[in-house]
Every structure is written in C-alpha cells, then in structure tokens.
C-alpha cells in the first residue's frame, strides 16, 4: 500500500507537471506559437489520453492490470526519456504519446494499491485520495529546474516520477507472478 500511495504522488507529479509545462515547452522550441500549442494540447495531447483511458480499458478485461500498468509505464518513461534527448519533432511526437501511455495509470495504481486491505480499505483509500498534491510539488519543481537549465532539462521531473511509477509496476508484477505460482 506504502509503495501504492508514492507511486499515485510520482504519477501525479509527472502528469500534472507536463500538462503545466506542455505549451512553455512547443514554444520555447519553436515549434509553434502559445494558441497553437493550446490546441494540440487540447485535442491532441488530451485527445489520446481519452484514447488511451478506452483503449487500456478494453485490454485490461484481457490483460492482469500488473501487466498492463508496467507496459504503460515503460512507455512514459522511454517517451519521456525521448523528450530529455531533445531530437527535434521525434521529442514532440513522444511528448503527445505520454498522455495515451499514462492514462490508465491513476485508476490502475489505486486499484491494485487497495488490493487486499480488508477492513483497511476506506482509510487506505481516503489516504490515497490525498495524491494528488503531487500535482502542486512536480510543477514548482520542473518550473524550478526550467528557470536554473531548459525546458527539455526541466523534463527530469516527470521522468524521475514515471520511473517510480516503473518500479512500482514491476513490484507489483513480480508479487503477482509469484503469488500465482
């Protein structure tokens, strides 16, 4: 439950500090100007991120969500990782991608964070409804980095905050596997 409730804060860090970020990061590269940036952001960004919420519902009725939590992760920490590298329109592509891989991370994590509990469930649970303040530290953090490097070098944050998230999965997917064994 412990490791549960620090990967929730991570992934709101991560989540949150790139959607506050998204437009200072197209413009500072040039890429497009503030109104355009908010309507990739919009329909782009948020638009797969709806995608991905349907899509990892549908493949989590065939898949144990251990799995499909870890695959997700994976991809926003190698998107995220992608952005850090800073290679042109590739970084941009994969930045939209973070929002389709992480959509069923909030969902998936509280879940199997209460698997369980038992009695312990509604405390637990108020607990882990308390994570979203990650999404009031990640981005006085990024914005902090940003203000001292780059943009691109502000993108630690999240990558720090889905590696968490990374780690979290593949406990959960080794205490699967071996409870199943």
Not at 19 to 28: G, W
Not at 134 to 161: E, K, N, R, S, Y
Request: hydrophobic fraction near 55%; charge should be positive; include cysteine.
């Amino acid at each position: 439950f412990i490791f549960g409730l620090i990967a929730l804060f991570a992934y709101e860090v991560g989540e949150i500090s790139i959607n506050s970020f998204f437009i200072n990061y197209v413009v500072e590269q040039n890429w497009m100007n503030a109104r355009e940036a908010s309507v990739v952001l919009s329909f782009g960004g948020l638009g797969l991120f709806m995608l991905g919420r349907f899509a990892g519902s549908w493949i989590m009725g065939r898949v144990r969500a251990e799995k499909m939590l870890l695959v997700c992760a994976t991809g926003t920490v190698m998107t995220t990782l992608l952005v850090l590298l800073d290679v042109g329109m590739v970084s941009l592509a994969a930045l939209l991608c973070v929002y389709a891989f992480e959509a069923i991370m909030f969902p998936t994590i509280f879940a199997l964070s209460l698997r369980g509990l038992g009695n312990h469930t509604k405390r637990a649970s108020s607990f882990l409804m308390m994570s979203p303040v990650g999404g009031v530290v990640g981005p006085l953090l990024m914005g902090l980095v940003a203000d001292h490097t780059t943009m691109v070098w502000a993108f630690i944050v999240p990558l720090v905050a889905y590696c968490v998230v990374w780690a979290y999965a593949r406990k959960m997917v080794s205490v699967s596997t071996a409870s199943s064994i």
